[in-house]
């Protein structure tokens, strides 16, 4: 087994912890409502304080782990999630529940920024992403089935993200052994692919926005619109939680034969086709497909989101300003979905965020075809002038290995700047050219006529 699996599970883990607490938003949202008297409103804006809190750390350490190193900021993360998430659940008045709930949020993006930075010098980002993706979605999964019956008010879910928290903490030791894969890069440096890794947080905001829109206000499609019962949502939401686990399995097996560019266009489609119908639908059966289809789509387009924006810069800092931006977006969802609905009804409110998810899809995949997302086919590569390398490989029976193979990713082509000594000209070194110079002419002749 090579070292690179190993060198990746510590990541996947502190990832994991770093991402539950917006997995079980709406169940922590749900519970401070019902068990601490809160509006919906106002356990909404809770949920906001958190992820808010875990993007400011995300924006803090962009550009920092690499000059802390991996282990240190990975636990300091992990304590205040345990320390705040833990308080949230002791405590049984809102202001104490408010603060160790922003506590736990700046621990829990402090570990995402860590698995960010991680995961962007990996050989294969976007295995690796998956596989974060995965764990995540498995562990949520868990606590999804576990959590409706055991209780416990608001204090279970804060006490799980907290255990979750403390059973990673042994992985961060092995943090210290993660050597980047890239090139040496300088401590300060400017950051790489300013236009496109701006471009992409902009639209994983914009695109995290719209979708937390509709997951914040799903349970309350299927009980207004389609009034169904609390089990069969539940039962509705496990199933798609389900078809999730798959997506991201799928995204791993499919890896970058396709390259980013497709994934991304195509899955933003669909996951626009299915907001619409999902807040849309007037039956069980409508209601179940699009919320299915969606959650399949939705972290599969996800992990190569994060993948890009991984191979944006080998250090990290566009994976976590872009997953910081993300986390931004995910808060102020909530908010969109129920002011659309209020004002506007739940399919106006799809078409909306249907649309808004098209448009963010073209320059978002505009940056994936411009950063190398696109697969090595024929007339993919060429040299100044030349053939194309791939059909060169196909034809001419190249050394295998001397050139990529059909459908693999292109490679990145890092520009090294170097530093030219103009010599000034002697002026004795020029002569007319001619019979003048005869001695010259005869020693040149002489020499060349010895070899």
Same mark, same amino acid.
């Given at each position: 087994?090579?070292?690179?699996?190993?060198?990746?599970?510590?990541?996947?883990?502190?990832?994991?912890?770093?991402?539950?607490?917006?997995?079980?938003?709406?169940?922590?949202?749900?519970?401070?409502?019902?068990?601490?008297?809160?509006?919906?409103?106002?356990?909404?804006?809770?949920? +906001?304080?958190?992820?808010?809190?875990?993007?400011?750390?995300?924006?803090?350490?962009?550009?920092?782990?690499?000059?802390?190193?991996?282990?240190?900021?990975?636990?300091?993360?992990?304590?205040?999630?345990?320390?705040?998430?833990?308080? @949230?659940?002791?405590?049984? $008045?809102?202001?104490?529940?408010?603060?160790?709930?922003?506590?736990?949020?700046?621990?829990?993006?402090?570990?995402? @920024?860590?698995?960010?930075?991680?995961?962007?010098?990996?050989?294969?980002?976007?295995?690796? +992403?998956?596989?974060?993706?995965?764990?995540? $979605?498995?562990?949520?999964? =868990?606590?999804?089935?576990?959590?409706?019956?055991?209780?416990?008010?608001?204090?279970?879910?804060?006490?799980?993200?907290?255990?979750?928290?403390?059973?990673?903490?042994?992985?961060?030791?092995?943090?210290?052994?993660?050597?980047?894969?890239?090139?040496?890069?300088? =401590?300060?440096?400017?950051?790489?692919?300013?236009?496109?890794?701006?471009?992409?947080?902009?639209?994983?905001?914009?695109?995290?926005?719209?979708?937390? @829109?509709?997951?914040?206000? +799903?349970?309350?499609?299927?009980?207004?619109?389609?009034?169904?019962?609390? &089990?069969?949502?539940?039962?509705?939401?496990? =199933?798609?939680?389900?078809?999730?686990?798959?997506?991201?399995?799928?995204?791993?097996?499919?890896?970058?034969?396709?390259?980013?560019? &497709?994934?991304?266009?195509?899955?933003?489609?669909?996951?626009?086709?299915?907001?619409?119908?999902?807040? $849309?639908?007037?039956?069980?059966?409508?209601?179940?497909?699009?919320?299915?289809?969606?959650?399949?789509?939705?972290?599969? &387009?996800? +992990?190569?989101?994060?993948?890009? @924006?991984?191979?944006?810069?080998?250090?990290?800092?566009?994976?976590?300003?872009?997953?910081?931006?993300?986390?931004?977006?995910?808060?102020?969802?909530?908010?969109?979905?129920?002011?659309?609905?209020?004002?506007?009804?739940?399919?106006?409110?799809?078409?909306?965020?249907?649309?808004?998810?098209?448009?963010?899809?073209?320059?978002?995949?505009?940056?994936?075809?411009?950063?190398?997302?696109?697969?090595?086919?024929?007339?993919?590569?060429?040299?100044?002038?030349?053939?194309?390398?791939?059909?060169?490989? &196909?034809?001419?029976?190249?050394?295998?290995?001397?050139?990529?193979?059909?459908?693999?990713?292109?490679?990145?082509?890092?520009?090294?700047?170097?530093?030219?000594?103009?010599?000034?000209?002697?002026?004795?070194?020029?002569?007319?050219?001619?019979?003048?110079?005869?001695?010259?002419?005869?020693?040149?002749?002489?020499?060349? $006529?010895?070899?």
């Amino acid at each position: 087994m090579s070292s690179r699996p190993r060198a990746a599970w510590p990541l996947v883990a502190v990832f994991t912890a770093g991402y539950l607490a917006a997995y079980l938003l709406p169940t922590i949202v749900g519970r401070l409502s019902v068990h601490l008297g809160l509006s919906t409103a106002q356990a909404g804006l809770v949920g +906001s304080a958190l992820l808010l809190s875990s993007a400011t750390a995300g924006f803090t350490l962009a550009g920092r782990v690499e000059t802390y190193g991996p282990r240190r900021p990975a636990r300091i993360g992990l304590v205040l999630a345990m320390v705040g998430y833990g308080c @949230a659940a002791l405590a049984g $008045s809102v202001p104490l529940v408010v603060m160790g709930t922003v506590i736990g949020g700046f621990g829990s993006g402090t570990a995402t @920024a860590v698995a960010a930075a991680g995961i962007a010098a990996q050989r294969d980002p976007h295995r690796t +992403s998956s596989l974060g993706l995965l764990s995540v $979605s498995a562990t949520a999964g =868990a606590l999804y089935l576990t959590i409706p019956h055991l209780g416990g008010g608001h204090r279970l879910p804060f006490a799980s993200i907290a255990l979750v928290a403390l059973l990673v903490w042994p992985a961060t030791a092995r943090l210290g052994g993660v050597t980047p894969t890239g090139p040496a890069t300088p =401590a300060a440096g400017r950051l790489p692919h300013r236009r496109s890794g701006l471009v992409l947080a902009g639209g994983m905001l914009v695109w995290s926005m719209a979708q937390n @829109a509709l997951w914040g206000v +799903s349970s309350r499609i299927g009980v207004d619109r389609v009034g169904l019962s609390e &089990v069969t949502i539940g039962a509705v939401f496990a =199933a798609a939680l389900g078809a999730g686990l798959l997506g991201v399995m799928g995204a791993g097996m499919l890896g970058a034969r396709l390259g980013r560019a &497709v994934p991304i266009g195509l899955g933003t489609v669909i996951i626009s086709a299915s907001i619409v119908l999902s807040s $849309s639908a007037g039956n069980l059966g409508s209601f179940a497909t699009g919320e299915i289809l969606w959650n399949t789509v939705y972290p599969v &387009v996800l +992990s190569y989101l994060i993948g890009l @924006a991984a191979s944006l810069d080998v250090r990290g800092r566009w994976a976590v300003l872009a997953g910081s931006a993300s986390s931004v977006g995910v808060a102020c969802g909530p908010v969109l979905g129920s002011v659309l609905s209020e004002q506007a009804g739940y399919p106006v409110m799809g078409l909306i965020l249907g649309a808004v998810t098209l448009l963010v899809a073209a320059p978002v995949t505009a940056v994936a075809l411009h950063t190398g997302g696109r697969p090595l086919v024929p007339g993919s590569v060429r040299r100044r002038g030349g053939a194309p390398a791939a059909l060169l490989a &196909v034809t001419t029976g190249a050394v295998p290995g001397a050139v990529p193979r059909l459908g693999s990713p292109e490679q990145a082509v890092a520009e090294i700047s170097l530093p030219v000594r103009r010599r000034r000209p002697v002026r004795a070194a020029f002569r007319t050219a001619g019979p003048a110079g005869g001695a010259g002419q005869s020693n040149a002749y002489a020499s060349t $006529s010895d070899r």
